[in-house]
């Protein structure tokens, strides 16, 4: 693939994201010009909580964890980013360092924008920083639904939320598939894997759900739990 066929690629798929699909066709190539698609190893750390915030991602395939690690080493997963999705850029604004890391569940597949490249798009076209204002009061409004969650839920009702929210997400389907090993699942909710294998022993003793391995079978009793 010759460099104008990437960064063309790369326009195109710029364009179907949230954060861009708005914008001018020049403020498009721009963005276009300076990104950097990189791909990712199930497993494989795009950075760790510490390091320079060089710049920000947007997911083209696959899924990236961010989380932070507590110093026993207790993993608490802080969102789970699909395609189009996009993270880490208030580090490529104020310059600091990544307050979290970032890790692939999957092989996966990213659009990096560089920092300083993108400080410069943003000083010819000021227009694109309302895109980013968006970007900031999304990621707020989300870590302040995790903090209420960890705060006032107890693991059970994580749970629970959690099976309607992949119930949704899959076509209201009364049987969901898990799409999270149980061990990244409770650093999801916040959690140990011993909690969340109780809390499942627990919904299946008051019939809310039935297992049966990954896919689990909906009750009309969960949607009023």
Known sequence: MTLTERVLEVKQFLRKTPIFQDILDEQLQALANIA????????????????PGTGFFIVKSGRIKV??????????ILHIFGAEEHFAEVPAFDGGNF???????????????????????????????IAMLKTFA??????AHLVDTLSFQEVPERLVNYLLMLSDRQNNADI????????????????????LSRAFYKLSQEG???????????????RKH
Do not use: C
């Not at 560089?114 to 920083?129: C, D, G, N, S």
């Not at 999304?138 to 870590?143: E, F, N, Q």
């Not at 049966?212 to 969960?222: A, E, H, R």
């Open 99 to 129: 307050p979290a890391s970032a890790a692939a569940l999957e092989n996966s597949e990213v659009v990096f924008i560089p920092r300083t490249a993108f400080l410069m798009v943003l000083q010819q076209h000021p227009t694109l920083a």
């Open 36 to 51: 950097i698609p990189q791909t990712y190893k199930k497993g494989e750390t795009l950075f760790w909580e510490g390091d």
């Open 67 to 76: 989380f932070k690690l507590a110093n026993g080493g207790k993993e608490q």
């Open 176 to 195: 969901v598939e898990l799409d999270l090993p149980k061990l990244q699942l409770a650093a999801l909710l916040g959690t140990i894997p011993e909690t």
């Open 208 to 222: 809310i759900i039935e297992m049966n391995g990954t896919k689990i079978k909906l009750s009309p009793q969960l």
């Open 138 to 143: 999304r990621h707020l409004r989300r870590l």
